[in-house]
C-alpha cells in the first residue's frame, strides 16, 4: 500500500502563487507516473497535471499550461505542483495520485489517492 498526503493549500489572491506538496511512504516503489487533480464544487475531477518517473514526460491540462509547474524529488518522495498566476477558476480540492499502470507514455491506472487540500482563489 501507498499512503499520498496533500499539504500547502489554502487561500491565495488571484493573481498569486501557491505551491503545492505530496509526499508519499510505503510501498513507493510501486508508483511511476505521478499526477494531479482537482475537483471543484459541484465539478466532477479533472485532470491537472502529471510527471514520469524520471520527469523526462511532463503533461498539462490546457487550462493550466503556462501558470502551473509539476516537479518531484524522488530521492524524497515528493511531488510538488507550483500553481502561478492563479485564477478564480483555480478554486478546488487539489488531490495528488499515484501510477501504477503505465502504457507508453500515459498512465492508464491511478491506484493511490491522497484525501486532498483545498485551494481558494480570491479576488
Known amino acids: 500500500q501507498v499512503q499520498l498526503v496533500e499539504s500547502g493549500g489554502g487561500l491565495v489572491q488571484a493573481g498569486g502563487s501557491l505551491r503545492l506538496s505530496c509526499s508519499a511512504s510505503?510501498?513507493?516503489?510501486?508508483?511511476?507516473?505521478k499526477g494531479w487533480f482537482r475537483q471543484a464544487p459541484g465539478k466532477e475531477r479533472e485532470f491537472v497535471a502529471d510527471?514520469?518517473?524520471?520527469?523526462?514526460?511532463?503533461n498539462y491540462a490546457d487550462s493550466v499550461k503556462g501558470r502551473f509547474t509539476i516537479s518531484r524529488d524522488n530521492a524524497k518522495n515528493m511531488v510538488y505542483l507550483q500553481m502561478d498566476s492563479v485564477k478564480s477558476e483555480d478554486t478546488a480540492v487539489y488531490y495528488c495520485?499515484?501510477?501504477?499502470?503505465?502504457?507508453?507514455?500515459?498512465?492508464?491506472?491511478?491506484?493511490?489517492w491522497g484525501q486532498g487540500t483545498q485551494v481558494t482563489v480570491w479576488s
Open positions: 495520485a499515484g501510477c501504477t499502470i503505465v502504457v507508453g507514455k500515459s498512465c492508464v491506472k491511478y491506484a493511490y
Open positions: 510527471i514520469s518517473w524520471t520527469g523526462g514526460t511532463i
Open positions: 510505503g510501498q513507493t516503489f510501486s508508483i511511476n507516473t
